[in-house]
Protein backbone atom coordinates (compact mmCIF):
# COMPACT_ATOMS: atom_id res chain seq x y z
CA UNK A 1 0.00 0.00 0.00
CA UNK A 2 1.27 3.87 -0.92
CA UNK A 3 1.42 5.71 1.94
CA UNK A 4 -1.61 8.17 3.49
CA UNK A 5 -1.64 11.19 1.94
CA UNK A 6 -2.35 12.53 5.61
CA UNK A 7 1.22 13.27 6.74
CA UNK A 8 1.68 16.64 5.20
CA UNK A 9 0.30 19.29 6.81
CA UNK A 10 1.43 22.97 5.42
CA UNK A 11 1.46 25.26 8.54
CA UNK A 12 -0.69 28.39 7.82
CA UNK A 13 1.99 30.77 9.75
CA UNK A 14 4.79 29.76 7.09
CA UNK A 15 2.76 30.55 4.36
CA UNK A 16 1.96 33.74 5.90
CA UNK A 17 5.44 34.79 6.30
CA UNK A 18 6.30 33.19 3.25
CA UNK A 19 6.99 35.41 -0.38
CA UNK A 20 3.41 34.65 -1.77
CA UNK A 21 1.66 35.62 1.55
CA UNK A 22 3.49 39.06 1.66
CA UNK A 23 3.24 39.15 -2.63
CA UNK A 24 -0.72 38.87 -1.50
CA UNK A 25 -0.65 41.89 1.24
CA UNK A 26 1.04 43.96 -1.28
CA UNK A 27 -1.26 43.33 -4.35
CA UNK A 28 -4.14 43.95 -1.88
CA UNK A 29 -2.55 47.06 -0.48
CA UNK A 30 -2.05 48.39 -4.58
CA UNK A 31 -5.78 47.39 -4.70
CA UNK A 32 -6.77 49.79 -1.61
CA UNK A 33 -5.03 52.48 -3.43
CA UNK A 34 -6.64 52.44 -6.29
CA UNK A 35 -9.97 52.21 -5.20
CA UNK A 36 -9.52 54.59 -2.43
CA UNK A 37 -7.74 57.43 -3.98
CA UNK A 38 -10.03 58.92 -6.47
CA UNK A 39 -12.36 60.70 -4.18
CA UNK A 40 -9.07 62.35 -3.08
CA UNK A 41 -7.99 63.09 -6.22
CA UNK A 42 -11.51 64.56 -7.44
CA UNK A 43 -11.75 66.85 -4.50
CA UNK A 44 -7.94 67.73 -5.19
CA UNK A 45 -9.50 69.07 -8.55
CA UNK A 46 -12.25 70.57 -7.53
CA UNK A 47 -10.33 72.57 -5.38
CA UNK A 48 -8.08 73.83 -7.65
CA UNK A 49 -10.60 74.96 -10.25
CA UNK A 50 -12.41 76.78 -7.33
CA UNK A 51 -9.09 78.49 -6.67
CA UNK A 52 -8.59 79.48 -9.86
CA UNK A 53 -11.64 81.21 -10.66
CA UNK A 54 -11.30 82.76 -7.32
CA UNK A 55 -7.71 84.81 -8.89
CA UNK A 56 -9.63 85.40 -11.58
CA UNK A 57 -12.26 86.95 -10.27
CA UNK A 58 -10.04 89.00 -8.32
CA UNK A 59 -7.84 89.78 -11.45
CA UNK A 60 -5.02 88.83 -9.95
CA UNK A 61 -3.91 85.30 -11.61
CA UNK A 62 -0.88 86.21 -13.69
CA UNK A 63 -1.21 84.64 -17.24
CA UNK A 64 2.40 82.89 -17.52
CA UNK A 65 2.15 81.27 -13.93
CA UNK A 66 -1.51 80.16 -14.57
CA UNK A 67 -1.49 78.76 -18.11
CA UNK A 68 1.70 76.63 -16.56
CA UNK A 69 -0.22 75.65 -13.61
CA UNK A 70 -3.17 74.46 -15.72
CA UNK A 71 -1.71 72.83 -18.21
CA UNK A 72 0.44 71.07 -15.20
CA UNK A 73 -3.47 70.28 -13.85
CA UNK A 74 -4.52 68.38 -17.37
CA UNK A 75 -1.33 66.11 -17.56
CA UNK A 76 -2.04 65.38 -13.75
CA UNK A 77 -5.66 64.40 -14.06
CA UNK A 78 -5.56 62.84 -17.50
CA UNK A 79 -2.73 60.52 -15.77
CA UNK A 80 -4.51 59.60 -12.60
CA UNK A 81 -7.88 58.57 -14.69
CA UNK A 82 -5.98 56.91 -17.47
CA UNK A 83 -4.37 55.06 -14.67
CA UNK A 84 -7.42 54.21 -13.03
CA UNK A 85 -9.20 53.00 -16.21
CA UNK A 86 -6.49 51.05 -17.22
CA UNK A 87 -6.18 49.32 -13.87
CA UNK A 88 -9.68 48.69 -13.57
CA UNK A 89 -9.79 47.04 -16.61
CA UNK A 90 -6.27 45.15 -17.22
CA UNK A 91 -4.91 44.33 -13.35
CA UNK A 92 -3.48 41.98 -14.08
CA UNK A 93 -1.18 43.23 -17.31
CA UNK A 94 1.45 44.16 -14.74
CA UNK A 95 2.93 43.23 -11.15
CA UNK A 96 1.55 44.90 -8.13
CA UNK A 97 5.12 46.72 -7.98
CA UNK A 98 4.54 48.26 -11.65
CA UNK A 99 1.28 49.57 -10.79
CA UNK A 100 2.55 50.83 -7.45
CA UNK A 101 5.63 52.72 -8.90
CA UNK A 102 3.24 54.49 -11.78
CA UNK A 103 0.40 55.41 -9.02
CA UNK A 104 3.65 57.17 -6.86
CA UNK A 105 4.90 58.60 -10.07
CA UNK A 106 1.14 60.09 -10.18
CA UNK A 107 1.67 60.98 -6.89
CA UNK A 108 4.85 62.79 -7.37
CA UNK A 109 3.40 64.96 -9.98
CA UNK A 110 0.50 66.15 -8.17
CA UNK A 111 3.00 67.09 -4.97
CA UNK A 112 4.80 68.91 -8.07
CA UNK A 113 1.96 70.71 -9.26
CA UNK A 114 0.31 71.82 -5.65
CA UNK A 115 3.76 72.44 -4.27
CA UNK A 116 4.51 74.96 -7.42
CA UNK A 117 1.47 76.67 -6.86
CA UNK A 118 2.14 78.21 -3.38
CA UNK A 119 5.30 79.60 -4.79
CA UNK A 120 4.08 80.89 -8.49
CA UNK A 121 0.16 81.75 -8.42
CA UNK A 122 0.34 83.92 -5.03
CA UNK A 123 2.16 87.47 -5.78
CA UNK A 124 4.80 88.06 -3.21
CA UNK A 125 3.54 90.79 -1.83
CA UNK A 126 -0.45 89.35 -1.47
CA UNK A 127 -0.52 87.53 1.82
CA UNK A 128 -3.59 86.52 1.89
CA UNK A 129 -3.56 85.10 -1.46
CA UNK A 130 -0.10 83.20 -0.29
CA UNK A 131 -2.18 81.85 2.94
CA UNK A 132 -5.27 80.88 0.99
CA UNK A 133 -3.03 78.92 -1.40
CA UNK A 134 -0.96 77.37 1.34
CA UNK A 135 -4.06 76.37 3.26
CA UNK A 136 -5.72 74.37 -0.02
CA UNK A 137 -1.85 72.86 -0.51
CA UNK A 138 -1.59 71.57 2.96
CA UNK A 139 -5.10 70.70 3.26
CA UNK A 140 -4.77 68.35 0.00
CA UNK A 141 -2.06 67.04 1.28
CA UNK A 142 -3.35 66.11 4.87
CA UNK A 143 -6.12 64.52 3.18
CA UNK A 144 -3.87 61.98 1.06
CA UNK A 145 -3.13 60.15 4.18
CA UNK A 146 -6.31 58.64 4.48
CA UNK A 147 -6.32 57.83 0.23
CA UNK A 148 -2.84 57.30 -0.32
CA UNK A 149 -1.91 55.72 3.12
CA UNK A 150 -1.54 51.82 1.74
CA UNK A 151 1.18 52.88 -0.31
CA UNK A 152 3.31 54.79 1.74
CA UNK A 153 6.17 55.99 -1.04
CA UNK A 154 2.62 57.18 -3.26
CA UNK A 155 1.82 58.90 0.03
CA UNK A 156 5.32 60.87 0.37
CA UNK A 157 5.17 61.48 -3.26
CA UNK A 158 2.71 63.55 -2.82
CA UNK A 159 2.78 64.56 1.01
CA UNK A 160 6.11 66.03 0.77
CA UNK A 161 6.54 67.94 -2.00
CA UNK A 162 3.60 70.29 -1.39
CA UNK A 163 4.70 70.70 2.67
CA UNK A 164 8.39 71.51 1.97
CA UNK A 165 7.50 73.83 -0.71
CA UNK A 166 5.17 75.12 1.02
CA UNK A 167 8.00 75.91 3.78
CA UNK A 168 10.75 76.96 1.39
CA UNK A 169 8.61 79.54 -0.68
CA UNK A 170 7.11 81.18 3.08
CA UNK A 171 10.71 80.82 4.49
CA UNK A 172 12.65 83.32 1.14
CA UNK A 173 9.93 85.94 2.29
CA UNK A 174 11.06 88.52 5.60
CA UNK A 175 8.45 89.18 8.10
CA UNK A 176 7.05 87.14 11.52
CA UNK A 177 4.06 85.68 9.76
CA UNK A 178 6.00 84.01 7.03
CA UNK A 179 8.21 82.64 9.28
CA UNK A 180 5.47 81.53 11.69
CA UNK A 181 3.67 79.64 8.85
CA UNK A 182 7.25 78.04 7.78
CA UNK A 183 7.43 76.68 11.69
CA UNK A 184 3.29 75.63 11.70
CA UNK A 185 4.31 73.99 8.20
CA UNK A 186 6.64 72.43 9.93
CA UNK A 187 4.70 71.10 13.17
CA UNK A 188 2.35 70.53 10.25
CA UNK A 189 4.73 67.65 8.40
CA UNK A 190 5.69 66.00 11.48
CA UNK A 191 2.34 65.50 12.61
CA UNK A 192 1.11 64.37 9.36
CA UNK A 193 3.71 61.79 8.71
CA UNK A 194 3.25 60.17 11.98
CA UNK A 195 -0.71 60.04 11.57
CA UNK A 196 0.67 58.36 7.92
CA UNK A 197 3.00 56.02 9.22
CA UNK A 198 0.65 54.97 12.12
CA UNK A 199 -2.28 54.61 9.27
CA UNK A 200 -0.61 52.80 6.85
CA UNK A 201 0.90 50.60 9.36
CA UNK A 202 -2.11 49.85 10.99
CA UNK A 203 -3.74 49.00 7.16
CA UNK A 204 -1.26 46.91 6.54
CA UNK A 205 -1.20 45.21 9.75
CA UNK A 206 -5.64 44.92 8.89
CA UNK A 207 -4.88 43.11 5.24
CA UNK A 208 -2.59 41.00 7.15
CA UNK A 209 -4.58 40.18 9.69
CA UNK A 210 -7.31 39.54 7.18
CA UNK A 211 -5.46 37.17 5.52
CA UNK A 212 -3.78 35.13 8.34
CA UNK A 213 -7.44 34.61 9.35
CA UNK A 214 -8.44 33.49 5.88
CA UNK A 215 -4.97 31.42 6.33
CA UNK A 216 -6.28 29.97 10.03
CA UNK A 217 -9.71 28.98 8.12
CA UNK A 218 -8.03 26.94 5.06
CA UNK A 219 -5.90 25.47 7.74
CA UNK A 220 -8.72 24.81 10.67
CA UNK A 221 -10.60 22.81 7.39
CA UNK A 222 -7.56 20.84 6.31
CA UNK A 223 -6.72 19.54 10.02
CA UNK A 224 -10.68 19.14 9.84
CA UNK A 225 -10.37 17.03 6.50
CA UNK A 226 -7.69 15.30 7.81
CA UNK A 227 -9.37 14.54 10.94
CA UNK A 228 -12.66 13.48 8.90
CA UNK A 229 -9.87 11.19 6.29
CA UNK A 230 -8.61 9.74 10.14
CA UNK A 231 -12.18 9.33 11.33
CA UNK A 232 -13.28 7.00 8.16
CA UNK A 233 -10.23 5.22 7.89
CA UNK A 234 -10.27 3.98 11.27
CA UNK A 235 -14.00 2.82 10.80
CA UNK A 236 -13.38 1.43 7.94
CA UNK A 237 -10.38 -0.15 9.35
CA UNK A 238 -12.56 -1.43 12.02
CA UNK A 239 -15.90 -2.54 9.87
CA UNK A 240 -13.65 -4.73 7.95
CA UNK A 241 -11.74 -5.95 10.55
CA UNK A 242 -15.05 -7.05 12.23
CA UNK A 243 -16.61 -8.73 9.20
CA UNK A 244 -13.86 -10.84 8.99
CA UNK A 245 -13.58 -11.68 12.74
CA UNK A 246 -17.19 -12.44 12.21
CA UNK A 247 -16.65 -14.95 9.64
CA UNK A 248 -14.67 -17.19 11.20
CA UNK A 249 -16.22 -16.97 14.69
CA UNK A 250 -19.37 -17.41 12.79
CA UNK A 251 -18.13 -20.30 11.33
CA UNK A 252 -16.79 -21.70 14.74
CA UNK A 253 -20.12 -21.13 16.04
CA UNK A 254 -22.09 -23.40 13.75
CA UNK A 255 -19.49 -26.19 14.18
CA UNK A 256 -19.05 -26.50 18.13
CA UNK A 257 -22.97 -26.40 17.86
CA UNK A 258 -23.10 -29.02 15.44
CA UNK A 259 -20.26 -30.68 17.86
CA UNK A 260 -22.56 -30.37 21.10
CA UNK A 261 -24.90 -32.54 19.53
CA UNK A 262 -22.58 -35.28 19.45
CA UNK A 263 -22.41 -38.19 22.32
CA UNK A 264 -19.21 -37.72 24.23
CA UNK A 265 -17.20 -38.11 27.30
CA UNK A 266 -17.48 -35.81 30.23
CA UNK A 267 -13.99 -34.52 29.45
CA UNK A 268 -14.71 -33.62 25.92
CA UNK A 269 -18.13 -32.46 26.99
CA UNK A 270 -15.90 -29.84 29.38
CA UNK A 271 -13.56 -29.11 26.84
CA UNK A 272 -16.62 -28.28 23.88
CA UNK A 273 -17.99 -25.86 26.63
CA UNK A 274 -14.62 -24.49 27.25
CA UNK A 275 -14.73 -23.97 23.37
CA UNK A 276 -18.75 -22.55 23.88
CA UNK A 277 -17.28 -19.99 26.38
CA UNK A 278 -14.22 -18.41 24.81
CA UNK A 279 -16.66 -18.33 21.51
CA UNK A 280 -19.33 -16.15 23.51
CA UNK A 281 -16.68 -14.18 25.20
CA UNK A 282 -15.70 -13.29 21.27
CA UNK A 283 -19.44 -12.55 19.87
CA UNK A 284 -20.16 -10.61 23.27
CA UNK A 285 -17.40 -7.98 21.78
CA UNK A 286 -18.38 -8.39 18.68
CA UNK A 287 -21.86 -7.33 19.21
CA UNK A 288 -21.15 -5.07 21.33
CA UNK A 289 -19.69 -3.29 18.77
CA UNK A 290 -22.57 -4.01 16.37
CA UNK A 291 -25.06 -2.06 18.98
CA UNK A 292 -22.53 0.29 18.50
CA UNK A 293 -23.03 0.65 14.78
CA UNK A 294 -26.88 -0.02 14.26
CA UNK A 295 -27.14 3.02 17.12
CA UNK A 296 -24.75 5.38 14.61
CA UNK A 297 -26.64 3.88 11.74
CA UNK A 298 -29.97 5.38 13.20
CA UNK A 299 -31.60 1.92 12.60
CA UNK A 300 -32.52 1.26 16.35
CA UNK A 301 -36.16 3.35 16.36
CA UNK A 302 -37.41 3.54 20.03
CA UNK A 303 -41.03 2.20 20.46
CA UNK A 304 -42.39 4.28 23.38
CA UNK A 305 -44.88 3.11 25.43
CA UNK A 306 -46.67 3.63 29.22
CA UNK A 307 -45.44 0.35 31.57
CA UNK A 308 -44.85 -0.18 35.06
CA UNK A 309 -41.05 -0.04 36.03
CA UNK A 310 -40.99 -2.12 39.18
CA UNK A 311 -41.50 -5.56 37.33
CA UNK A 312 -38.33 -4.75 35.18
CA UNK A 313 -36.13 -3.82 37.89
CA UNK A 314 -36.89 -6.86 40.17
CA UNK A 315 -36.32 -9.05 36.54
CA UNK A 316 -32.84 -6.97 36.41
CA UNK A 317 -32.17 -7.70 40.23
CA UNK A 318 -33.13 -11.90 40.20
CA UNK A 319 -30.62 -11.48 36.67
CA UNK A 320 -27.42 -10.32 38.71
CA UNK A 321 -28.07 -11.64 41.98
CA UNK A 322 -25.67 -14.51 41.88
CA UNK A 323 -22.93 -12.47 40.28
CA UNK A 324 -23.48 -10.00 43.28
CA UNK A 325 -23.51 -12.78 45.72
CA UNK A 326 -20.72 -14.78 44.11
CA UNK A 327 -18.37 -11.20 45.05
CA UNK A 328 -19.82 -11.32 48.89
CA UNK A 329 -21.89 -7.52 48.19
CA UNK A 330 -25.47 -7.21 48.07
CA UNK A 331 -27.54 -6.63 45.42
CA UNK A 332 -30.59 -4.22 46.88
CA UNK A 333 -33.64 -3.55 44.27
CA UNK A 334 -36.20 -0.90 45.99
CA UNK A 335 -39.59 -1.49 44.74
CA UNK A 336 -41.52 1.21 42.71
CA UNK A 337 -45.19 1.17 41.68
CA UNK A 338 -44.06 4.18 39.13
CA UNK A 339 -45.12 4.26 36.04
CA UNK A 340 -42.64 5.40 32.72
CA UNK A 341 -42.85 6.16 29.03
CA UNK A 342 -40.14 5.14 27.50
CA UNK A 343 -38.94 2.35 25.19
CA UNK A 344 -39.59 -1.03 27.10
CA UNK A 345 -36.42 -3.11 25.67
CA UNK A 346 -33.85 -0.15 25.04
CA UNK A 347 -34.45 1.21 29.27
CA UNK A 348 -33.57 -2.31 30.23
CA UNK A 349 -30.86 -2.91 28.12
CA UNK A 350 -29.53 0.49 29.77
CA UNK A 351 -30.44 -0.33 33.46
CA UNK A 352 -29.05 -3.93 33.08
CA UNK A 353 -25.81 -2.06 31.49
CA UNK A 354 -25.27 0.12 34.49
CA UNK A 355 -26.03 -2.32 37.28
CA UNK A 356 -23.96 -5.05 35.64
CA UNK A 357 -21.09 -1.91 35.69
CA UNK A 358 -21.62 -1.56 39.31
CA UNK A 359 -21.35 -5.50 40.60
CA UNK A 360 -18.43 -5.21 38.48
CA UNK A 361 -16.31 -2.91 39.96
CA UNK A 362 -17.26 -2.93 43.24
CA UNK A 363 -15.23 -4.96 45.55
CA UNK A 364 -17.39 -5.05 48.72
CA UNK A 365 -20.59 -3.25 50.24
CA UNK A 366 -23.85 -2.70 48.49
CA UNK A 367 -24.95 -2.18 45.42
CA UNK A 368 -28.51 -0.02 45.67
CA UNK A 369 -30.90 0.24 42.85
CA UNK A 370 -34.28 2.82 43.51
CA UNK A 371 -36.32 5.37 42.18
CA UNK A 372 -36.45 8.70 43.43
CA UNK A 373 -39.85 11.50 41.73
CA UNK A 374 -39.26 15.00 40.56
CA UNK A 375 -41.95 16.93 39.20
CA UNK A 376 -43.29 15.35 35.67
CA UNK A 377 -39.64 13.34 35.42
CA UNK A 378 -38.25 10.36 37.28
CA UNK A 379 -34.69 9.25 38.68
CA UNK A 380 -33.83 5.59 38.41
CA UNK A 381 -30.58 5.59 40.63
CA UNK A 382 -27.94 3.17 40.61
CA UNK A 383 -25.42 3.51 44.19
CA UNK A 384 -22.87 1.51 44.62
CA UNK A 385 -19.71 1.29 46.88
CA UNK A 386 -16.88 0.53 44.24
CA UNK A 387 -13.70 2.17 43.85
CA UNK A 388 -15.40 5.60 42.24
CA UNK A 389 -14.04 7.41 39.53
CA UNK A 390 -11.99 10.38 39.35
CA UNK A 391 -13.72 14.18 38.28
CA UNK A 392 -11.59 13.87 34.97
CA UNK A 393 -12.37 10.32 33.76
CA UNK A 394 -16.52 11.26 33.64
CA UNK A 395 -16.86 11.82 30.38
CA UNK A 396 -14.23 9.38 29.47
CA UNK A 397 -16.25 6.38 31.37
CA UNK A 398 -18.59 7.33 28.07
CA UNK A 399 -15.97 6.62 25.70
CA UNK A 400 -15.37 3.21 23.75
CA UNK A 401 -13.09 1.07 25.45
CA UNK A 402 -11.94 3.15 27.89
CA UNK A 403 -11.67 1.46 31.27
CA UNK A 404 -10.79 2.92 34.66
CA UNK A 405 -7.81 1.28 36.33
CA UNK A 406 -7.60 -1.56 33.61
CA UNK A 407 -5.15 -0.47 31.59
CA UNK A 408 -3.67 -4.02 31.04
CA UNK A 409 -7.21 -4.53 29.28
CA UNK A 410 -8.28 -7.56 31.43
CA UNK A 411 -11.36 -9.18 30.12
CA UNK A 412 -12.62 -9.87 33.18
CA UNK A 413 -13.51 -6.75 33.79
CA UNK A 414 -15.41 -5.91 31.13
CA UNK A 415 -14.98 -4.97 27.52
CA UNK A 416 -15.88 -1.03 28.23
CA UNK A 417 -18.35 -0.61 25.85
CA UNK A 418 -21.51 -1.30 28.44
CA UNK A 419 -21.44 2.46 29.14
CA UNK A 420 -20.32 4.13 25.70
CA UNK A 421 -23.88 1.89 24.56
CA UNK A 422 -25.87 3.70 27.59
CA UNK A 423 -24.82 6.78 26.19
CA UNK A 424 -25.44 6.65 22.72
CA UNK A 425 -29.38 4.90 24.39
CA UNK A 426 -30.33 7.33 26.58
CA UNK A 427 -29.78 9.98 23.96
CA UNK A 428 -31.38 8.08 21.62
CA UNK A 429 -34.15 7.67 24.20
CA UNK A 430 -34.16 10.96 25.41
CA UNK A 431 -33.70 10.22 28.94
CA UNK A 432 -30.46 12.18 30.05
CA UNK A 433 -27.75 10.75 32.30
CA UNK A 434 -26.04 11.91 35.22
CA UNK A 435 -22.85 10.70 37.02
CA UNK A 436 -21.90 11.58 40.61
CA UNK A 437 -18.86 10.12 41.95
CA UNK A 438 -15.66 10.11 44.07
CA UNK A 439 -12.44 8.23 44.22
CA UNK A 440 -12.24 5.63 46.79
CA UNK A 441 -16.47 6.28 47.75
CA UNK A 442 -18.35 4.84 45.13
CA UNK A 443 -20.93 6.20 42.23
CA UNK A 444 -24.26 7.28 41.39
CA UNK A 445 -25.77 6.79 38.00
CA UNK A 446 -29.29 8.98 37.44
CA UNK A 447 -31.34 8.19 34.23
CA UNK A 448 -33.74 10.84 34.11
CA UNK A 449 -37.21 9.18 32.62
CA UNK A 450 -40.59 10.84 31.94
CA UNK A 451 -42.76 9.76 34.38
CA UNK A 452 -45.92 8.53 33.72
CA UNK A 453 -49.48 8.90 35.39
CA UNK A 454 -49.88 5.64 38.02
CA UNK A 455 -53.42 5.06 36.50
CA UNK A 456 -52.55 4.99 32.95
CA UNK A 457 -52.59 1.39 31.54
CA UNK A 458 -49.30 -0.12 30.29
CA UNK A 459 -49.02 -0.90 26.69
CA UNK A 460 -48.48 -4.19 25.38
CA UNK A 461 -44.91 -4.61 24.66
CA UNK A 462 -44.25 -6.42 21.27
CA UNK A 463 -42.02 -9.57 22.04
CA UNK A 464 -40.64 -11.79 20.00
CA UNK A 465 -41.46 -15.54 19.86
CA UNK A 466 -39.34 -18.37 19.91
CA UNK A 467 -41.74 -20.89 19.41
CA UNK A 468 -39.82 -22.33 16.54
CA UNK A 469 -40.82 -25.65 15.17
CA UNK A 470 -40.03 -28.76 16.55
CA UNK A 471 -38.11 -30.45 13.32
CA UNK A 472 -36.88 -29.53 10.51
CA UNK A 473 -36.62 -32.91 8.78
CA UNK A 474 -37.06 -32.75 5.14
CA UNK A 475 -37.33 -28.92 4.63
CA UNK A 476 -35.38 -27.52 2.03
CA UNK A 477 -33.43 -24.51 3.16
CA UNK A 478 -30.85 -22.74 0.30
CA UNK A 479 -27.57 -21.43 1.80
CA UNK A 480 -25.39 -18.91 0.19
CA UNK A 481 -21.86 -17.14 1.64
CA UNK A 482 -18.85 -16.70 0.01
CA UNK A 483 -16.92 -17.98 3.11
CA UNK A 484 -16.17 -21.69 2.25
CA UNK A 485 -15.71 -22.27 6.41
CA UNK A 486 -18.71 -20.32 7.00
CA UNK A 487 -21.03 -22.50 3.87
CA UNK A 488 -19.73 -25.80 5.53
CA UNK A 489 -20.47 -25.12 9.26
CA UNK A 490 -24.00 -23.64 7.93
CA UNK A 491 -24.64 -26.92 6.01
CA UNK A 492 -23.17 -29.24 8.94
CA UNK A 493 -25.51 -27.65 11.84
CA UNK A 494 -28.91 -27.66 9.31
CA UNK A 495 -27.80 -31.02 8.18
CA UNK A 496 -27.80 -31.86 12.12
CA UNK A 497 -31.08 -30.08 12.32
CA UNK A 498 -32.30 -32.55 9.78
CA UNK A 499 -32.83 -29.92 6.80
CA UNK A 500 -31.81 -30.85 3.21
CA UNK A 501 -29.71 -28.09 2.24
CA UNK A 502 -28.67 -26.48 -0.75
CA UNK A 503 -25.45 -24.42 -0.69
CA UNK A 504 -23.93 -22.31 -2.75
CA UNK A 505 -21.13 -19.63 -2.77
CA UNK A 506 -23.06 -17.18 -5.24
CA UNK A 507 -26.48 -16.37 -6.77
CA UNK A 508 -26.00 -17.69 -10.36
CA UNK A 509 -24.44 -21.41 -8.18
CA UNK A 510 -27.78 -20.91 -6.11
CA UNK A 511 -29.84 -21.06 -9.20
CA UNK A 512 -27.95 -23.62 -11.40
CA UNK A 513 -28.14 -26.13 -8.29
CA UNK A 514 -31.79 -25.43 -7.83
CA UNK A 515 -32.41 -25.63 -11.30
CA UNK A 516 -30.59 -29.24 -11.36
CA UNK A 517 -32.13 -30.80 -8.55
CA UNK A 518 -35.48 -29.45 -9.34
CA UNK A 519 -36.50 -28.79 -5.50
CA UNK A 520 -37.95 -25.53 -4.28
CA UNK A 521 -36.43 -24.30 -1.17
CA UNK A 522 -38.67 -23.25 1.73
CA UNK A 523 -36.08 -20.50 2.89
CA UNK A 524 -33.17 -18.91 1.94
CA UNK A 525 -30.61 -17.30 4.19
CA UNK A 526 -28.41 -15.24 2.31
CA UNK A 527 -25.25 -13.30 2.95
CA UNK A 528 -25.49 -9.73 2.40
CA UNK A 529 -21.75 -9.22 0.78
CA UNK A 530 -20.80 -12.05 -1.72
CA UNK A 531 -17.80 -11.63 -4.20
CA UNK A 532 -17.65 -9.30 -7.07
CA UNK A 533 -19.70 -7.10 -5.84
CA UNK A 534 -22.97 -8.92 -5.56
CA UNK A 535 -25.67 -8.07 -3.20
CA UNK A 536 -27.30 -10.53 -0.85
CA UNK A 537 -30.60 -9.04 -1.65
CA UNK A 538 -30.09 -8.70 -5.04
CA UNK A 539 -29.54 -12.95 -4.79
CA UNK A 540 -33.44 -13.09 -2.59
CA UNK A 541 -35.33 -11.19 -5.31
CA UNK A 542 -34.10 -13.20 -7.99
CA UNK A 543 -34.66 -16.40 -6.09
CA UNK A 544 -37.97 -15.07 -5.56
CA UNK A 545 -39.07 -13.82 -9.15
CA UNK A 546 -37.69 -17.64 -10.27
CA UNK A 547 -40.48 -18.79 -7.37
CA UNK A 548 -43.34 -16.58 -8.26
CA UNK A 549 -43.37 -15.95 -4.58
CA UNK A 550 -42.28 -13.96 -1.41
CA UNK A 551 -40.11 -17.01 0.15
CA UNK A 552 -38.95 -16.55 3.46
CA UNK A 553 -35.65 -14.98 3.77
CA UNK A 554 -33.08 -14.30 6.31
CA UNK A 555 -30.07 -12.06 5.68
CA UNK A 556 -27.14 -12.91 7.31
CA UNK A 557 -23.82 -10.10 7.31
CA UNK A 558 -20.52 -9.24 9.75
CA UNK A 559 -20.85 -5.77 8.51
CA UNK A 560 -20.46 -3.44 10.97
CA UNK A 561 -20.23 -0.01 9.08
CA UNK A 562 -22.96 2.34 9.60
CA UNK A 563 -24.05 2.89 6.15
CA UNK A 564 -24.17 -1.11 5.04
CA UNK A 565 -26.00 -1.87 8.12
CA UNK A 566 -28.73 0.71 7.52
CA UNK A 567 -28.93 -0.57 4.05
CA UNK A 568 -28.95 -4.37 5.13
CA UNK A 569 -32.31 -3.26 7.65
CA UNK A 570 -33.92 -0.79 4.13
CA UNK A 571 -34.23 -4.54 2.17
CA UNK A 572 -37.29 -5.29 4.28
CA UNK A 573 -35.97 -8.84 4.87
CA UNK A 574 -35.05 -10.21 8.88
CA UNK A 575 -31.30 -9.10 9.41
CA UNK A 576 -28.78 -11.77 11.67
CA UNK A 577 -25.68 -10.37 12.09
CA UNK A 578 -22.30 -12.86 12.45
CA UNK A 579 -21.57 -14.41 15.09
CA UNK A 580 -25.40 -16.13 15.25
CA UNK A 581 -26.36 -18.18 18.33
CA UNK A 582 -27.72 -21.71 16.74
CA UNK A 583 -30.77 -21.32 19.02
CA UNK A 584 -31.64 -17.80 17.77
CA UNK A 585 -31.05 -19.01 14.17
CA UNK A 586 -33.15 -22.16 14.49
CA UNK A 587 -36.41 -19.94 16.18
CA UNK A 588 -36.37 -17.35 13.76
CA UNK A 589 -36.03 -19.93 10.85
CA UNK A 590 -39.21 -22.13 12.43
CA UNK A 591 -41.05 -18.57 13.26
CA UNK A 592 -40.75 -17.71 9.52
CA UNK A 593 -41.80 -21.10 8.36
CA UNK A 594 -44.64 -20.79 10.60
CA UNK A 595 -46.05 -17.71 9.51
CA UNK A 596 -45.16 -18.40 5.35
CA UNK A 597 -47.33 -21.34 6.13
CA UNK A 598 -50.18 -19.90 7.77
CA UNK A 599 -50.60 -17.07 5.45
Known amino acids: MGKLALDYVEPHSALRRGRAGAERVFKTQIETLYKTSMPGILGALAGALILIGAFVALGDLRPFPGFLWGALLGVCVLFHFGLRISYDQMPDRWSAQIWGRLFTLASLLDGLWWGGATMVLPASDQFDQQALVIALALIVAAGAVPAFASHLPALLAIFLPISLMSAIGQAAQPGILHQAIVLLTGVFIVTILSLGRRTHTNLVEMISLRYEREYLVDDLRRQIELAEQANMAKSRFLASAS ?57 VEPRQQIFPL ?55 GIVLVGCRRGGETLRIEIWDTGQGIAPADHQRVFEEFYQVGNPERDRSQGLGLGLSIVRRLSNLLGHPIELVSALGKGSVFRLVVEAAPPTAQPAPGASIQEIGVKTLRGTVIAVVDDDLSVLEGMRTMLSGWEAEVVAATSGDELLEQLGRAEVR ?22 LQGLLGNKIPAILITGDTATDRVRLAYDSGFHVLHKPIAPSKLRALIGNLLISSTSN
Open 521 to 542: PAIVLCDYRLRAGEDGTEVILR
Open 310 to 364: GPMLERIGAEWATDAEAKGIELRICGTSAYVRSDLVLLERILRNLVSNAIRYTAR
Open 243 to 299: HDLRQPVHALGMFVGSLARHPMSAEMKSLVAHIEGSTQAMETLLNSMLDISRLDAGV
